[in-house]
T-cell receptor, first 117, second 117 residues
Framework: EAGVAQSPRYKIIEKRQSVAFWCNPI?????LYWYQQILGQGPKLLIQ????????DSQLPKDRFSAERLKGVDSTLKIQPAKLEDSAVYLC???????????????FGSGTRLTVV | AQTVTQSQPEMSVQEAETVTLSCTYD???????LFWYKQPPSRQMILVIR??????QNATENRFSVNFQKAAKSFSLKISDSQLGDTAMYFCAFTPNYGGSQGNLIFGKGTKLSVKP
């Protein structure tokens, strides 16, 4: 079974520029998550999708961050404009339909390390 | 608010010895899941062990076991016969089993474990 694919692996941009990250979840996984992991901290959820609908985006800074999940499969996360404090690792994860399948089926990608200078 | 606390930023252990990582959490929920994840330098989160709150029996996975104390809201991880490959960041995580935050993993800040030869 292929894992969760993310690209790019690294990205360096200047503040006020825009950037986009891509995630391809495991085939058949209905739920997709984007997490932000700042250096020295645990990951924090930015947005959760169930198929192509948003379940939770309460911690997404909507003035600069946006995300979409086309056709309930791939997802992109965009930052525009970037700030220095956005420097972090952005992790994508997917799981089976949580309410039906229960917890434990999460699979994480290797993340994108973003540096904003 | 639900929180996860890991009070040990760093720990070290000699190869083949046993080490215990601590985790406490705060929630008003009665039905939830707890996890320990390992994050090596590759950045991918790898599930180590999972515990369902309604199960009194402590989960075990080969050399890894937990001590789940629901009343004390404590969830420690014991690693027996430590191996060099166990060197990594370890994160404790929680998710409720129902409600709007269902499936949203809440992580602690992590414990950096070093296994020394």
């Amino acid at each position: 079974e292929a894992g969760v694919a993310q690209s790019p692996r690294y990205k360096i941009i200047e503040k006020r520029q825009s950037v986009a990250f891509w995630c391809n979840p495991i085939s058949g996984h209905a739920t997709l998550y984007w997490y932000q992991q700042i250096l020295g901290q645990g990951p924090k959820l930015l947005i959760q999708f169930q198929n192509n609908g948003v379940v939770d985006d309460s911690q997404l800074p909507k003035d600069r961050f946006s995300a979409e999940r086309l056709k309930g499969v791939d997802s992109t996360l965009k930052i525009q404009p970037a700030k220095l404090e956005d420097s972090a690792v952005y992790l994508c994860a997917s799981s089976l339909d949580f309410p039906k399948q229960g917890a434990g089926g999460y699979t994480f990608g290797s993340g994108t390390r973003l540096t904003v200078v | 608010a639900q929180t996860v606390t890991q009070s040990q930023p760093e720990m070290s252990v000699q190869e083949a010895e046993t080490v215990t990582l601590s985790c406490t959490y705060d929630t008003s929920e009665s039905n939830y899941y707890l996890f320990w994840y390992k994050q090596p330098p590759s950045r991918q989160m790898i599930l180590v062990i999972r515990q369902e709150a309604y199960k009194q029996q402590n989960a075990t996975e080969n050399r890894f076991s937990v001590n789940f104390q629901k009343a004390a809201k404590s969830f420690s991880l014991k690693i027996s016969d430590s191996q060099l490959g166990d060197t990594a960041m370890y994160f404790c995580a929680f998710t409720p089993n129902y409600g709007g935050s269902q499936g949203n993993l809440i992580f602690g800040k992590g414990t950096k474990l070093s296994v020394k030869p």
